[in-house]
Each structure stands twice: as C-alpha cells, then as structure tokens.
C-alpha cells in the first residue's frame, strides 16, 4: 500500500485536531499501486496518554478504534482531576475502594472516567457510532455533552463501584477461608470467575450501564460456595453445564481472534459472556433471578448463531 498523505496522520493529540485536510476525518483513503486501487481507512486511535490519527488497513477495525480513541480524547480533553473526584467519597468508600484490585488511585478513578464518558457518548450519539464524529462541530457538540454531565456519571458509577467491591471482597473473604478438600473444585471455579469478574481495569472493560450486575453475579458466588457443601456433587453437576457452554464459548473467543474484526460478532460474543454469568446465577442462586430466560441450550443457539 502506498503511504498515505504525510499530512493526515496526527499524534499526540488531546483534543480534536483542527487542521485537517478539508476540515474532517475522511471514511476512506485511495491509492493506486501496480495498476490495483488501495484503501486504507483513517480513525482514532487510544495510545493511552494521548491519541492519534492513524490509517488502518482493515475497515472492520475502525469502529473498536474509533470508539477507544474518541472515548479518551475526550477525557483528556474534559476529564476530572482525581482529587476533584476523591474529595466527593465518603470514609466508608474511600475504605471499600482503597482495597480494589487498581493499582493505584489515579488508575482507578482514569477507568472509572473513561466507562462514565463511554456511557455519556453511547447516550449522546443514539443510533450513531463513534464513526460518525468526524468533524471539529461533531466533536464539540459531543464535548459539551459529556463535560456537563461527567461529574454526576462519575460518581454514580462509583457508587456501583463500591457495591461491586463490597460484595467482592466479602467473596474473597469466604474463598480464602474455605478448608474443605471436597470443595476445592468448586473453590478453585469461583476463583477464576472472581478474578474474571473483578481485575485492573474491569470498569471500563464491562461499562458503566452493566456494572451494577457484577454485585449480583459475586452474591451469587458466595451463595454457592455457602451451600456447595450441603451436596458437592450436585454443585459438581451444576458447574459441569456450565463448563460445557463456557468450552463452546472460548473456543468462539478463540476462532474470532484469529479472524478479520468484525464489531458485531464480538458484541454477540460480549453478549453471551454475561449470559454465562446469568446462567450461574440461575442454577446456583436462582432466587437472585435473572434479567433474561437464560439456559444452556439458549446459549449454545446464540454461539452457533454467530
């Protein structure tokens, strides 16, 4: 592919850059090598500290792109100091969330900012997409949106936060007293979901509209753990028709890595991995209920629909 123009490819930027060629983002670069027509697809692109204006090859990855990289051009351009956040906690959540898995405060206030701005763009743009913001008038509307509302989006998801890390940590409490050689299967599998579930980074990695859910999925953890005892091979069943999708499900994972991008499949992707999670909640702690019917059979249609 030939180069594209030297002067469209921008880095560093921390906010929209205003010297574009035309005034805008173009869908798409043309360029003729041997006689054969070349794209090449230009977008945002997060390189975590700043972003840039790359070209991709691959049109299919634009949109992941593109989201990630306006999501934190906009916090760098409108995003809140951490002691501006941090002085709004209460002792009682600046406890819960000192004990996160975040390395440091500042890590996890930038996690907690970027899943409240990917919430106020997602609600801003409708049925659009991050694609869709391709000009200077575009982005400042956009800028606007989020700026005024940052703050309370912030802090509600922190309030969900708190609740998440609540019911984390009194999971972990019941893991790391767990002594009974009869469990260690069951102790072994709600490990893996614990860590699954709540890791550096996790907020931004879920969003802030699925965040809350998290609570509910870490009680139904520990209610299984509590009773797993009472009869360690039903448990045992149980967690076998779990096992049995989540196996369907990474080898998907897995087949769609080593494919070209596609955002549709992987949101259809995101969307089972929390069906798995609903399912341990219906057949663990049923009484917690579920948002959604949800079964072993329903999530193998909804991989092989893929």
Do not use: C
């Amino acid at each position: 592919m030939s180069a594209p123009p030297p002067s469209l490819e921008r880095t560093g930027l921390r906010t929209w850059p205003d010297d574009l060629p035309g005034g805008a983002l173009p869908e798409v670069l043309e360029a003729r090598a041997a006689g054969v027509v070349v794209r090449a697809y230009p977008t945002l692109v997060d390189e975590t500290t700043s972003v840039a204006v790359r070209t991709l090859a691959d049109a299919g990855a634009v949109p992941s792109a593109a989201r990630r990289g306006l999501r934190r051009l906009l916090l760098l351009d409108v995003g809140l100091a951490t002691g501006r956040i941090t002085s709004r906690w209460t002792g009682t959540q600046a406890l819960t969330l000192a004990a996160s898995p975040y390395p440091s405060t500042d890590t996890l206030v930038t996690d907690v900012q970027l899943a409240a701005v990917d919430r106020l763009m997602t609600e801003h743009l409708g049925s659009r997409t991050a694609v869709d913001v391709r000009d200077a008038d575009a982005y400042a509307a956009l800028r606007a949106a989020v700026r005024d509302r940052l703050e309370d989006v912030v802090h509600a998801v922190v309030t969900d936060l708190v609740a998440v890390l609540g019911a984390w940590r009194e999971l972990e409490g019941d893991l790391r007293a767990s002594a009974s050689l009869a469990l260690l299967g069951t102790v072994q599998d709600v490990r893996e979901q614990s860590a699954d579930l709540v890791h550096d980074g996790f907020v931004s990695e879920v969003g802030a509209v699925r965040l809350p859910q998290l609570t509910r999925y870490l009680r139904a953890a520990k209610h299984r753990l509590a009773k797993a005892g009472d009869n360690p091979q039903r448990d045992g069943d149980l967690a076998w028709q779990v096992h049995d999708v989540e196996d369907l499900y990474d080898a998907a994972v897995t087949k769609a890595r080593a494919a070209s991008p596609d955002a549709a499949r992987d949101a259809a992707l995101d969307e089972v991995r929390w069906l798995l999670q609903e399912l341990r909640v219906s057949l663990f702690a049923q009484q917690l209920g579920t948002p959604v019917p949800v079964s072993p059979t329903r999530i193998r249609k909804a991989l092989a629909a893929l």
